[in-house]
C-alpha cells in the first residue's frame, strides 16, 4: 500500500465509543424528555396530589389503617421524601432499559453490529462503552432529581452525599444487567420492547416506589428483596430519609451487584452480534 | 470449475464450504479463493448464498463442514483481533448512526485499529470533505455509500469485502464508487465483491464465481466466460456476462424441473 499509516493521536476505542453514544443521546430530544423532564413532572404531580398524605385518598381505610403512615413509622419522612428516591430509582431502572437495550437491538437491526463486529474492535469495550455512558448521564439524572426535591419540597438529604453517589452508581450497574440481557439476542424493537416491559412493570408495583412494599403479605417479602429496584429504593431512602450509613444497607448493595455483573457477564457470552 | 488462481499469494481460501440454518443449506460444497491484489466478484441472485458466505468469509458466522483461510489464517481462534486489523468491509445492509456525523463516525472506526489513516485523509481520499459536519441521517445514497468505504478503508486494509457497493446509486455515483475501488486494487488491494449487477462484475473483478443455490456453478475471468458460451445462442450483438449468467443458471432450473 502506498499510503503511509498515520501518527495522528487515536483515542482509546473505549472513549470514542463512549463520545459516540454520548454524542446520540444529547443529539434526541425526546430521550432528553424521558430522562429529565419527565421524572421532575412526575415528583411535581405526585407531590401535590399527596401532599397531605394517601390518608385523604378516596377508599384509603384498605391500605392505611388509621395511625399507620404507609411510607412507615417515622412521621418526620412525608411521603414526597419518600417518592423521590422511589422516583431516582425508577428513572434509573427506565434509562438504563431504554437507553441502553433499545439501543443495543436498534443497532443490531440496523446490521450495526455486524459491521463493528468486522472490525478489530474489542467487544466487551462495546457494552462498557454503553454502561459508562449511562453513568455520566446518572450524575446528571439523579443530581437533578434531588436538587428538584431540595427546592421544590425541600427534601432533606440525612445520609452523605458520597454514599448517595456510590448507591446511584451501584443501581446504574444493576440494571445494566437486565438491560444487557433483554438486548442479548433479538433484532427486533417491538420484541425488546415487551420484554423490557414485562422485566420492569412487576418492579413498578413491587419494589416499593411509590408505596411499601411491605404492605404486601409477608412471604413475598424475601422475593421482593431480591429485585434490583427493591434493593435501590431501600438503600437510597435509608441513606436519603434516614442518614444511614452505606454499610448498613450492604445486603442491597450486594443484589444489585450481583444483578449487574452476572447480567453483563451472562449478557457478553449470549451476546449476538449479527 | 476453477481457473486463474496459481502459485500466486492466496490471501482467502475455502474448501468445501458447507452452511446451514436449521434445515436450510444455504451454502453447500463452495471452493473459492482470492489472491493477493485481485478481485474477485461473487455474482448470483438472492438466495444464491453469497451473503451467507461473505459472513463465514469476515469470520462472524461458523460453517457446519469445510475450511476457511484468510491470509492463511483460520477464523475463531485467538488471532482473530490481528486479522481484522487487515480488513475492512462495506456491508450493503449497514445503517451507520443517524446522528453523528461524518467525521465523527470515522473517527469512531479509525479507534479500532491501532494504525490507519487519519479522518481528514480518508475523507479527502473519498471526497467527503465538504460534508465532514454533515449528519450521517442527511447524506445521499451516494454519500452514504462513500461514507461506508471511507470506514473500511481507515484502517489501511489489505482486503475489502464490499457487498453491493452501488446497489441504488445513480450512474454518477456508481462511477466514483467503482474508481475508488481501482485506486484501492492499484495500491495493491484484494477484494472480494457481491454484485447483482454485471456491468460492475465486468468492470471490477478480474475473476468472477457465479454462484446459484449455494454452490459455484462457474469460476473464471469475466472474458474467459463469455467466450465459453456456444457461439450460436448470441448472433444479435456482443455476448456479455449477462448471458453467461442467464445460460447458466437457467439450465440449472430446468434441471430441476425436470428430475
Known sequence: MSTKPSTAIVRHPLVELTRARLLEFLRDPGAFFWVFVFPMLLAVALGIAFRDGPQTMPGCQTICPPGVSP?????????????IPGLIGLNVMG???WGMGYNLVDSRRRKLLKRFAVTPMNRTH?????MVARLVFLVLEVAALLLFGMLVFGLEIRGSVPA?????????????GP???????????????????????????????????????????????????????????????????????????????????????????????? | MTGGTDARDVIVECRGLVVRYGSLVAVDGLDLSVCRGECLGLLGPNGAGKTTTVEVLEGLLRPASGTVRVFGQPWWTSADRKLRESIGAALQETRLPDK????????????????????????????????????????????????ALACALVGTPELLFLDEPTTGLDPA???????????????????????????????????????????SVAQDTPANL??????????????????????????????????
Request: hydrophobic content about 45%.
Open chain 1, 71 to 83: 411510607v412507615g413509622s417515622d412521621p418526620s419522612v412525608r411521603y414526597i421524601d419518600f417518592l
Open chain 1, 95 to 97: 434509562s438504563c432499559m
Open chain 1, 126 to 130: 462495546y457494552l462498557l462503552s454503553h
Open chain 1, 164 to 176: 448517595v453517589s456510590v448507591v446511584a452508581l451501584l443501581g446504574t450497574v444493576a440494571f445494566s
Open chain 1, 179 to 274: 438491560a444487557l440481557l433483554v438486548a442479548s439476542r433479538t433484532e427486533s424493537t417491538e420484541v425488546a420492547s415487551g420484554w423490557m416491559n414485562f422485566v420492569q412493570l412487576p418492579m413498578w408495583v413491587l419494589s416499593g416506589s411509590f408505596f411499601d412494599y411491605q404492605r404486601f403479605p409477608e412471604v413475598v417479602h424475601p422475593l421482593v428483596r431480591l429485585l434490583p429496584l427493591t434493593a435501590m429504593n431501600d438503600s437510597l431512602r435509608g441513606l436519603v430519609n434516614h442518614g444511614d450509613p452505606l454499610w448498613a444497607h450492604g445486603s442491597a448493595l450486594l443484589v444489585m451487584a450481583a444483578w449487574g455483573i452476572g447480567g453483563f457477564l451472562l449478557a457478553l457470552r449470549i451476546f449476538k452480534w449479527q
Open chain 2, 100 to 147: 453523528l456525523t461524518v467525521a465523527e463516525t470515522i473517527r469512531l472506526f479509525r479507534s479500532f485499529y491501532p494504525s490507519g489513516r487519519t479522518v481528514d485523509q480518508v475523507l479527502d481520499l473519498v471526497d467527503l470533505d465538504e460534508k465532514r459536519n454533515a449528519r450521517n441521517s442527511t447524506l445521499s445514497g451516494g454519500q452514504r455509500q462513500r461514507l
Open chain 2, 173 to 215: 455515483a456508481r462511477q466514483s464508487i467503482w474508481r475508488l475501488v481501482e485506486e484501492f486494487k492499484a495500491d495493491g488491494g484484494s477484494v472480494l465483491l457481491t454484485t447483482h449487477y454485471m456491468d460492475e462484475a465486468a468492470r471490477l473483478a478480474d475473476r468472477v464465481a457465479i454462484m446459484h443455490q449455494g454452490r
Open chain 2, 226 to 259: 463469455v467466450a465459453g458460451l456456444d457461439s450460436e445462442e448470441v448472433v444479435v450483438r456482443k455476448a456479455t456476462l449477462d448471458d453467461v449468467f442467464v445460460k447458466l443458471t437457467g439450465r440449472g432450473l430446468r434441471d430441476e424441473h425436470e428430475a
